[in-house]
C-alpha cells in the first residue's frame, strides 16, 4: 500500500533562498539592463550640461547593470530588494 505525505506547509529554514522562475528573473534582469543602457547613452548629452549630471547618469547606469547581472546570476533576496531600492530611487529623482 502507499503512503501519501502532506507537503510541509509555512515551514522556511533560514539557509533557503528566494529563486524566481527563469522567465521572471529574464525580464527583472532585463528591464534593470534596458534602463541601465539607457542611463549610460544619455551620458554625454547630460555631461554637456553638468558634469555632476554625467556622472550621475554613468553612475545609475552601471549599477543597474551590475545589479542585472547579478539578479540574473544569483537569484536571492538581496539583488531584488536593491534593484527595487535603486529603480524607485531614479523614479523618484526622475519625478522630482
Known amino acids: 500500500m502507499a503512503t ?3 507537503p ?3 515551514i522556511a529554514r533560514a539557509e533557503d533562498h528566494t529563486e524566481f522562475a527563469i ?3 529574464l525580464l527583472l534582469a532585463g528591464l534593470s539592463a534596458a534602463a541601465g543602457a539607457i542611463h549610460l547613452v ?3 548629452s547630460h555631461a554637456e550640461a553638468s558634469a555632476l549630471d554625467g556622472l ?3 553612475a545609475a547606469g552601471w549599477l543597474q547593470l551590475g545589479l542585472a547581472f547579478w539578479l540574473f546570476a544569483r537569484p536571492t533576496r538581496l539583488p ?3 534593484n527595487l531600492v535603486l ?3 531614479l523614479i523618484g529623482a526622475w519625478a522630482v
Open 42 to 44: 544619455m551620458v554625454g
Open 23 to 25: 522567465s521572471i528573473r
Open 87 to 89: 529603480n524607485l530611487g
Open 4 to 6: 501519501i505525505h502532506a
Open 56 to 58: 550621475q547618469f554613468a
Open 80 to 82: 531584488l530588494v536593491l
Open 8 to 10: 510541509a506547509q509555512g
